[in-house]
């Protein structure tokens, strides 16, 4: 508490759990000193350090550096995020490396005041102020008792989307006419011409003027009201439509528009004749550009940082097709956006999509890429964050819902003593894909459910098997004879196991209990699975399978609860009435037949990024 009280009469300052948990994994990524970037909101004099990154050459976004250290890795982040502090692993706060961080930071700040924070190895944080030229200690506390955000309403976030039009000389030595060709994008983005349409809204924002009831001096708060109504039209119409909105339904969605014919007077076409061969490579590159601002930021600022988004955009690209031009067979980038570990926002990151040559570009062939990427967000490497399958679908396309038990309450109204699912998943059941597997196929449902646990976190690209592919699986292991396959036959957890590991490779564990009853003494085992590996977990038992996605195990009082996931549901895909009518809730004990025997199918999280 007292340490509370010191920061907040420094500067008003908070973390995001996922910032919180990055600086706690500093000594666990590398065994050298790391030195980086604080990034964070500022709104009302209040700072909210949202994420961390490590600075230095070979973190550089492309192997190399292209702009400034600062410039290059605001690249990766929103416009209205900017470097708030600095964090290091070093002895020494008043180095000349530290200072330098700290001259970039107070570039970005009217604030004279720049946190510092000395990470140790033990989970203790020094934390420092810098301030009228000479560094300041405050407090030694525990990185976990940092004041965690809890206030998330004073900040909006906007969705820019846009695609990038471009004509690239591919002929070695021509490198200054891709430049031009970038230069002169970034020059009609933050041209007269731009218009950038609030959809749901009518409001169109320009330089100067806006059309839709709004005024340059109105604020991102009086925008609300117009999209609130529309936007819920709109959900409704997509939801209609078997289309699941919820990755993006947080994002105000913008889209940039441009006048045609330029800002100048009518002219007289001209054609230049170039009497040179060179190759030249026509690319269109669809963009989501991200936007974090205050609620109470006006249209007339806003607009600039719907320009910096998309000029941050083009700056990526440009370097990304700088560094592909020198190679023999130049690749065309894509752009992608992660949000590992919720962050509070995704991330920006450009890879090599495919090459001039149609060749596409393999996920191996990214490993170095994304084990870069690893260390310089902070983030263990035994799992992916950074494969394209792991990047925010914005679309938000598919019949299925997903992570169905978010928003339910922990028993007791604490996680503490809950483990849950890591990550992503899809909600699979009875009737789904116009295929009637009332009665029998809830094994089945549980199977690709856990498939797709596999496909969201990024270990596979294959599609959720159907039934069918599925028995025609078992059949060819030597499981199940060959008139299975088309058959309503039950499988169980072993087969479960056997078609993850002979379709993509995953281990997995069986455990056994003789009843229901006993399902209550392994709350510690359980428990040990969802912190370890994280992955859905397959129940069988008597008729019924259903899938365990996590436990709240109390070690003192041994009482236990489990986070069920039931297949057999049959109705319409809403998550209030799924929660409400307990097909995906909280169970005791008693859920379980104390007569019928039980087998679990625990997968294993592959260790590879």
């Known amino acids: 508490r007292r340490y509370r009280t010191i920061l907040v009469l420094v500067m008003d300052w908070s973390f995001s759990q996922s910032a919180v948990f990055q600086m706690s994994n500093v000594h666990s990524t590398s065994g050298s000193l790391l030195c980086g970037y604080l990034m964070g ?3 009302d004099n209040c700072r909210t350090i949202h994420c961390c990154i490590t600075s230095g050459t070979e973190h550089s976004a492309y192997g190399r550096q292209i702009l400034g250290e600062i410039e290059e890795l605001q690249l990766y982040f929103p416009a209205g995020v900017v470097p708030v502090g600095v964090y290091t692993s070093e002895p020494s706060v008043d180095s000349s490396n530290i200072l330098s961080k700290v001259a970039h930071v107070q570039q970005y700040t009217e604030n004279d005041s ?3 924070l000395q990470l140790q190895d033990d989970g203790i944080v020094n934390i420092h102020s810098y301030s009228n030229k000479a560094v300041t200690f405050i407090e030694t506390t525990n990185i976990h008792n940092l004041p965690v ?21 591919t002929t070695p030595g021509k490198l200054q006419w891709t430049r031009d060709e970038f230069a002169r994008l970034e020059a009609l983005i933050k041209g007269k011409t731009s218009v950038f349409s609030v959809r749901d809204s009518g409001v169109l924002i320009q ?5 839709g009831g709004l005024t340059l001096s109105s604020s991102c708060r009086d925008l609300m009201p117009q999209l609130s109504g529309n936007r819920d039209k709109t959900k409704q119409r997509r939801k209609d439509c078997g289309i699941d909105d919820r990755q993006s339904e947080d994002f105000i969605e913008v889209k940039w528009l441009t006048s045609l014919s330029g800002e100048s007077a009518a002219t007289a076409p001209v054609v230049h004749l170039l009497e ?8 269109k590159i669809p963009v989501n550009a991200i936007v974090v601002a205050s609620v109470e930021m006006e249209m007339g600022s806003l607009i600039e940082l719907f320009r910096l988004a998309l000029c941050r955009a083009v700056k990526a690209v440009t370097g990304l097709m700088e560094y592909s031009l020198k190679e023999v067979d130049p690749a065309v ?8 570990l919720s962050f509070s926002f995704p991330i920006m990151v450009l890879y090599p999509a495919r090459r001039v040559s149609g060749e596409e570009v393999t996920n191996s062939s990214l490993e170095e890429r994304r084990r870069q990427l690893h260390g310089q967000f902070l983030l263990p490497t035994d799992r992916p964050f950074f494969r394209p399958e792991n990047a925010v679908n914005f ?17 007791g109204g604490s996680s503490e003593n809950s483990s849950i699912v890591h990550g992503r998943y899809s909600y699979h059941h009875y009737l789904h894909d116009r295929f009637d597997d009332n009665g029998w196929g809830c094994a089945y449902r549980s199977l690709q459910t856990i498939w797709s646990w596999f496909r969201y976190q990024g270990y596979t690209c294959l599609p959720v098997p159907t039934h069918r592919q599925i028995q025609e699986t078992l059949v060819s292991v030597g499981d199940k004879p060959a008139k299975f396959v088309g058959s309503r036959q039950w499988i169980g957890s072993s087969e479960v196991g056997m078609c993850l590991n002979t379709m993509l490779g995953i281990t997995y564990k069986i455990m056994f209990v003789n009843s229901g009853t006993e399902l209550e003494d392994k709350g510690r085992e359980l428990t040990t699975h969802f912190r370890t590996e994280g992955t859905p977990v397959m129940i069988g038992g008597g008729v019924l399978a259903h899938t365990i996605l996590g436990v709240d195990f109390n070690d003192k009082t041994g009482q236990i609860k489990f986070l069920i996931l039931d297949p057999h549901y049959t109705g319409a895909d809403n998550v209030k009435t799924i929660q409400k009518e307990g097909w995906c809730g909280w169970k005791g004990p008693s859920f379980w037949d104390k007569k019928a025997h039980y087998n679990l199918c625990l997968p294993q999280r592959p260790r590879e990024i």
């Open 333 to 340: 980038p894509a752009v992608y956006h992660f949000q590992p």
């Open 395 to 411: 679309k938000g396309k598919g019949p299925y819902l997903l992570n169905v038990h978010e928003g339910l309450s922990f028993p």
């Open 114 to 116: 720049i946190l510092i």
């Open 207 to 211: 330089e100067n003027s806006i059309v």
């Open 41 to 43: 909101t500022v709104y």
């Open 276 to 283: 040179e061969s060179d190759s030249w490579l026509d690319m």
């Open 149 to 169: 955000a809890t206030d998330h309403t004073k900040l909006v976030k906007f969705r820019v989307t846009a695609t990038l039009k471009m004509n690239v000389c």
